[in-house]
């Protein structure tokens, strides 16, 4: 049982940003990525605000959620792949999961606009109140001894912040075509809140120790 044993444990426990493996892979797209990206040379510093004045168009909401979808299943995946890696294969497949869930939203987005390949970003970037996506977890959040429930705790903790982003945009919108758009992402947000909710209360709560490993791992550098 020891000769799979994870070597990134460390990496992953305490990991910064990128932590094991490069953290973006837009899979030919860089819409992701660029949702990283400071803002444009020429760009007035902006403070960071969830979409801010951003979203003046349909589209350009719909591009936001677009990014939005897109950079949480990539994250996902790679969690899914970490956990994978760890032999953590329960969690590797609810976060292969939420994966697939994502992905299948900024799909949706696709086929709603019609659009045959991701958007464009706005010329500004996108502003996301962070330095990610409000839907993207964050990978310190990560340890290879992790059960469902903290997977379904990372995943609730992102439903949340999603659908405040999208109660922001809804708030600030000016044309009632945006609020309208953003109202009913955030009231989909809500629902994935209340999804998760019920996937936790029927899942079970880890035992207090459960980040101790009597076997643990052996370190090689
Ligand atoms: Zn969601």
Redesign the pocket.
């Known amino acids: 049982m020891s000769t799979r044993k994870p070597t990134r444990k460390r990496a992953a426990k305490t990991a910064k940003r990128p932590a094991p493996k490069p953290v973006k892979q837009p899979a030919g797209k860089a819409v992701a990525k660029r949702a990283e990206a400071p803002p444009r040379r020429g760009a007035a510093p902006r403070t960071r605000g969830p979409g801010a004045d951003a979203a003046r168009s349909v589209a350009e909401l719909m591009s936001y959620a677009y990014a939005l979808e897109a950079e949480a299943a990539e994250r996902y995946a790679e969690f899914a792949e970490v956990m994978e890696a760890h032999n953590n294969r329960e969690v590797a497949e609810l976060f292969r999961k939420l994966a697939r869930i994502?992905h299948k939203?900024s799909e949706q987005i696709l086929e709603e606009m019609g659009w045959t390949s991701p958007p464009r970003p706005p010329s500004t970037g996108y502003r996301w109140e962070g330095p990610e996506g409000p839907?993207t977890a964050d990978i310190t959040d990560l340890h290879y001894l992790m059960q469902p429930y903290h997977a379904l705790q990372i995943a609730l903790h992102?439903?949340k912040r999603?659908e405040k982003f999208f109660a922001s945009l809804a708030r600030k919108a000016t044309a009632a075509s945006v609020r309208k758009a953003a109202t009913e992402f955030m009231d989909?947000?809500t629902e994935?809140v209340r999804l998760i909710e019920e996937w936790l209360a029927r899942t079970p709560k880890p035992a207090k120790d459960w980040a101790l490993d009597p076997d643990p791992p052996a370190y090689h550098d």
Do not use: D, I, L, V
Request: hydrophobic share 10%.
């Open positions: 994502e939203h839907e992102n439903e999603a989909e947000e994935h």
